[in-house]
């Protein structure tokens, strides 16, 4: 890895997450993945050494890091196993709306927690019919008093069933289409909100993915975040900060792979010489090894860029007991689209091909259960499709750059 002039502190928390992924995660992690299990015991360790409030203020009990801080363990962690990893991802995609859109109250009620990791987060808003496409959510949320009655089925929720906080996303107003879209904190236990489906997947098999079921659930008035028909806006300005720790995600998977890999083919022998002397076999290291450098530096470089424009509305936000979305806009900051969405392309496609080049670099044993090198594989996969499949990615950073396009004509037009 490259010098990334990293703070102590960020050297701490990487020193820290390697700790619990060799220590805790590598022994157990085939355990998990065989018998799709949830691994509470190492959510402890990672509770014990405080490492699911990284990015969070220190107001509200966490580190007072920002997304470069959650890049860091999501990479560590996903080194040793990327379905581990994801539960503290998936609470980071329940925290970041509530940092984001929330009110002081909402952020004093339900953050904390959330950077203790004495409850877990999930986020949801994927429906059977509403996958790409969110506009087609379906569930609804009627207001009926102090309270929305919530109706309607979630899919694919990471995290669901052992989460207590939910952010879901529901329509407010059908008649409205996109605009009348809703985004809300939903707890575990609400009368009419149960589980349905358990998916059984190829990949990240520690992490549980639900469908979560809701029958007039009666969700009270204050757990609305920002305001009635802004969820989608929530939902991609949840998105624009929480795609680097996908990329991070997948990064680690890659570079765990590559590690396994390169221990084995170093003392693997064939022909009287071993499977890394043969130089077809060095320049697939090569490849692997320059494709990761380089999202990780894509990565970094985004985190950090990210976090110094945001950083500064959180304070304000804080200070003045506001909500950072709207201290965002007065300060002016930027959306995160293009650049989250190429961190998540590059390391996620990074991931795919090095977990698949590793597989071949071992040989048959690559493709055994009772090896590490196969999972990781399997792991990488989910990473070029969840949060915005990578097909999603490309449209988005497309459009992106069609507005910066047509913004510097306009600018060049009026000067
Ligand atoms: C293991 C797992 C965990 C998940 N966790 C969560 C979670 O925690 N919370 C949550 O809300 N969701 C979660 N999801 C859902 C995930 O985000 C969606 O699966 C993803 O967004 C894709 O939606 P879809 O599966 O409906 O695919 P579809 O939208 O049906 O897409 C199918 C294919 O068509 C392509 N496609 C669709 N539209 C376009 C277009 N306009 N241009 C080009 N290509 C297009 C897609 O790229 C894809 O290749 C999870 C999914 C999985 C598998």
Redesign the pocket.
């Known amino acids: 890895m490259l010098d990334y002039e990293l703070t102590d502190q960020q050297k701490d928390i990487i020193d820290l997450a390697q700790q619990i992924a060799e220590q805790k995660i590598k022994p157990a992690r085939e355990h998990y993945d065989e018998k799709e299990e949830f691994p509470w015991p190492i959510m402890d360790e990672i509770r014990k050494a405080d490492l699911f409030g990284v990015y969070l203020p220190e107001a509200y009990g966490g580190l007072g890091g920002g997304t470069m801080e959650l890049v860091l363990v999501a990479e560590q962690l996903s080194r040793a196993c990327g379905g581990i990893a994801l539960s503290v991802a998936?609470s980071g995609?329940c925290a970041i709306p509530i940092m984001l859109f929330g009110t002081e109250e909402q952020r004093r009620r339900w953050i904390p927690d959330l950077a203790s990791g004495k409850r877990l987060g999930?986020?949801?808003?994927?429906e059977p019919g509403?996958?790409?496409?969110a506009t087609a959510t379906k569930c609804t949320a009627k207001l009926a008093g102090d309270h929305y009655v919530l109706n309607g089925i979630?899919?694919?929720?990471?995290?669901?069933e052992v989460a207590e906080l939910y952010t879901l996303f529901a329509s407010t107003n059908p008649n409205r289409g996109a605009r009348g879209i809703s985004a809300f904190v939903v707890e575990k236990g609400t009368p009419g909100f149960t589980f349905g489906k358990k998916?059984t997947?190829m990949g990240?098999r520690a992490?549980p993915?639900y469908e979560l079921v809701f029958k007039d659930c009666k969700v009270p008035k204050q757990n609305l975040l920002y305001k009635e028909g802004y969820g989608l806006f929530v939902a991609q300005a949840t998105f624009d900060q929480s795609r680097p720790g996908v990329g991070a995600q997948a990064l680690g998977i890659a570079q765990g792979a590559l590690d396994e890999t390169l221990a084995y083919i170093r003392v693997r022998k064939q022909f009287n010489q071993t499977i890394a002397s043969f130089q077809a076999i060095q320049h697939m290291m090569a490849d692997c090894a320059t494709a990761i450098e380089a999202s990780r530096a894509l990565l970094y470089a985004t985190a950090r860029a990210m976090d110094k424009a945001i950083k500064p509305a959180i304070d304000r936000a804080l200070e003045k007991g506001t909500i950072v979305f709207d201290e965002m806009n007065s300060l002016d900051v930027r959306r995160w689209t293009k650049e989250s969405g190429m961190c998540k392309v590059i390391c996620s496609d990074t991931a795919m091909k090095v977990t698949t080049d590793c597989v071949q670099m071992c040989g048959g044993i690559g493709y055994m259960r009772d090896f590490p090198v196969e999972k990781y594989m399997r792991d990488a996969k989910?990473t070029q499709?969840?949060?915005?499949?990578?097909?999603?990615q490309r449209?988005e950073i497309a459009m992106m750059m069609i507005k910066e396009a047509a913004s510097k004509q306009r600018e060049a037009v009026a000067a």
């Open positions: 998936a995609l999930a986020f949801t808003i994927t509403a996958g790409s496409d979630k899919n694919f929720c990471s995290s669901g998916e997947k990240i992490s993915t989910i499709i969840y949060e915005g499949t990578n097909q999603i449209n």
